[in-house]
């Protein structure tokens, strides 16, 4: 079934757009969520409350890309799921290990000031995305948006964990050199 159809679906209150939703994206929304949270059931938990967002969300949004919507939704409410689980401590799945990763490429602050900082710095990692040659994108995208673990991707792509590793390592300190740059580290 067409995307558009699925939304359709939704926006109808057909009860069988989550059917249609979880057949087509459950598998992706299940690994966003697994990468994040390393817990089966806590993931599927996730994906169930993804739905129920989707659910509550459609007559108001009519997304193009319902993939990449219900990844979004899924992958925030995984994070959420980890912040609560992990207030005191830092632990398990990918999240706080891409955080780290990605620490000296992002600015510091609180506050309105940020807010506007990270629309800009949004739009300027955009920029840097586009300009990345595909392979090296993906890869960069598999681990900083869908919080992939190493290994998983360089199985994917066909690379040593050691040569996905270098590339990633590679990418953040290109990242960081043009976010500096722009003025924005």
């Known amino acids: ?103 000296d490429c992002a600015g510091r602050g609180q506050g309105p000031e940020r807010e506007l900082e990270l629309t800009e710095l949004t739009e300027h990692i955009d920029k840097f995305l586009a300009g990345l040659k595909e392979q090296e994108r993906d890869i960069f995208v598999s681990r900083y948006w869908y919080m992939a673990p190493v290994d998983e991707i360089a199985e994917k792509v066909g690379f040593s964990y050691s040569k996905t590793a270098s590339l990633l390592h590679r990418t953040r300190k290109k990242l960081e050199l043009y976010l500096r740059r722009e003025g924005l580290i």
Not at 7 to 33: H, N
Not at 53 to 61: D, G, I, Q, R
Request: aromatic share 8%; with cysteine.
């Open 1 to 103: 079934m067409l995307d558009s159809q699925i939304v359709e679906l939704y926006w109808q209150r057909d009860e069988s757009a989550i059917s249609q939703t979880d057949t087509k994206y459950g598998g992706l929304c299940r690994s966003i969520s697994n990468n994040i949270l390393r817990s089966y059931d806590e993931s599927e938990e996730c994906v169930n409350d993804s739905y129920l967002s989707a659910w509550n969300s459609m007559p108001t949004e009519r997304p193009e890309r319902l993939g990449a919507y219900m990844g979004k939704i899924v992958r925030n409410i995984s994070i959420s799921r980890l912040r609560q689980k992990t207030a005191d401590k830092r632990g398990g799945g990918e999240y706080p290990i891409c955080l780290e990763e990605l620490r």
